[in-house]
Every structure is written in C-alpha cells, then in structure tokens.
Nanobody, 114 residues
Framework: QVQLMESGGGLVQAGGSLRLSCAASGMIFSINRMGWYRQAPGKQRELVAV???????YYPDSVKGRFTVSRDNAKNMVYLQMNSLKPGDTGVYYC????????WGQGTQVTVSS
C-alpha cells in the first residue's frame, strides 16, 4: 500500500523560504519519477516540480529559479526547497509519482503573506 506523507509547510512572508519534505512508502521509490504539486484555493491541482530517478528535474516557468526539488533514494524522501516565495505560491502542497498514480496524501499547507 503506497503512502505519501508531506511536511514542512507553514506561514511565511513574501520573499521567505520553506523546505518541504515527502516520505514515501509502499512503492519502488528509486525507479519512480516524483513530483510536487500544489492546489490553491478554488483552483485545480498543478505540477510545480518533477525529479527523475537519476536526478533530472523539470519546473514550470512559474517557479523556475525559485524552487529546487531533490531526493534521497536511500531514505525514500523527496524535498522541495522554495525560495523567494510569493503570495501566489499559497496552497496545499502534495508529492506523488509523476504522472500521479498513487493515492494522494494529506498535503502540507503553505501560506505566503504579502
């Protein structure tokens, strides 16, 4: 049974930083591409970062240069370092495989105040 548990969210002022963590279990983690997603209030969930098993990364333009995804295959962990945060980054952040095939975890709330 696949389980994903996100942590590290919080309230931060614009321009601040947060580091999110995701613990994955029940999957062959090392061979999966992993993604970070976010869902803002009233909006659809969107992809914000992808990392391959080899460490190749992808970011949409909205976060490129500000967010950095990394992973530790030995610990089945994925991380998202978020810098220069903007109010538009507010939302619930989730990790999942990419494409998302596992049950969603509860996510972690990120709130960026102006």
């Amino acid at each position: 049974q696949v389980q994903l548990m996100e942590s590290g969210g919080g309230l931060v002022q614009a321009g601040g930083s947060l580091r999110l963590s995701c613990a994955a279990s029940g999957m062959i983690f090392s061979i999966n591409r992993m993604g970070w997603y976010r869902q803002a209030p009233g909006k659809q969930r969107e992809l914000v970062a992808v990392i391959s098993s080899e460490g190749d990364t992808y970011y949409p333009d909205s976060v490129k240069g500000r967010f950095t995804v990394s992973r530790d295959n030995a610990k089945n962990m994925v991380y998202l370092q978020m810098n220069s945060l903007k109010p538009g980054d507010t939302g619930v952040y989730y990790c999942n495989a990419w494409p998302a095939t596992a049950p969603w975890g509860q996510g972690t709330q990120v709130t960026v105040s102006s």
